[in-house]
């Protein structure tokens, strides 16, 4: 089955900064990539995603890219506020109708101001 | 508003006993999946259901049962089988899509056996 491996699993920047979020995968049929942010004590809220036929995909201030062939994908989020502090997860899913997500064991983004 | 609402939002219960998790959707979505979250972990897959009166058992689905007898409506029991509940529970919701993707969850249940 499938594997996603994500790192750092702590990551502290100052506000302003750019945080990268590095997460894996195993299985090659995968094509599915959403990333999800938890705040404390709530349910993950999908913030971007991407499919395997894309590169790069942007959005405002966060941006995620893949590399299929090196089996990774990427998390950037630029100029980052406090508000961004929370929990990163990665997934990956390969594309079957209804395919679950396996899920990297997340990374916790603190933004100092 | 759509969305995904799981009760209740903390539980406590005795070791020995059986417990019921409300998931309920009103996005009229097909899929409807349970996942289990503990410290430090990412999201393991419990059960999962596609269309109604139909489900698949996930990585982590021993001392677990579900239902799926309404479109909108997916309770979990965590049985006394479970040899250790205590975690943070999450539903979750999916469009019948042929390219995946799972964009709605619930808020969570947190379970603490006493």
């Known amino acids: 089955g499938e594997n996603v491996e994500q790192h750092p699993s702590t990551l502290s920047v100052q506000e302003g900064d750019s945080a990268v979020i590095k997460c894996t995968y195993s299985d090659s049929a995968s094509n599915y990539f959403p990333w999800y942010k938890q705040e404390l004590g709530k349910g993950p809220q999908l913030i971007i995603d991407i499919r395997s036929n894309v590169g790069e995909k942007k959005d405002q201030r966060i941006a995620v890219t893949l590399n299929k062939t090196a089996k990774h994908f990427s998390l950037h989020i630029t100029e980052t506020q406090p508000e961004d502090s929370a929990v990163y997860f990665c997934a990956a899913s390969s594309s079957s109708g209804y395919s679950t997500l396996t899920f990297g064991k997340g990374t916790m983004l603190l933004v100092s101001p | 508003d759509g969305g995904i609402t799981q009760s209740p939002k903390y539980l406590f219960r005795k070791e020995g006993q059986n417990v019921t998790l409300s998931c309920e959707q009103n996005?009229?979505?097909?899929?409807m999946y349970w996942y289990r979250q503990d410290p430090g972990q990412g999201l393991r897959l419990i059960y999962y259901s596609q269309i109604v009166n139909d489900f698949q058992k996930g990585d982590i689905a021993e001392g677990y049962s579900v239902s799926r007898e309404k479109k909108e409506s997916f309770p979990l029991t965590v049985t006394s089988a479970q040899k250790n509940p205590t975690a943070f529970y999450l539903c979750?919701?999916?469009?019948?899509?042929?390219?995946?993707?799972?964009?709605?969850f619930g808020q969570g249940t947190r379970l603490t056996v006493v």
């Open positions: 979750a919701s999916s469009m019948r899509t042929a390219t995946g993707g799972l964009g709605f």
């Open positions: 996005l009229n979505h097909d899929a």
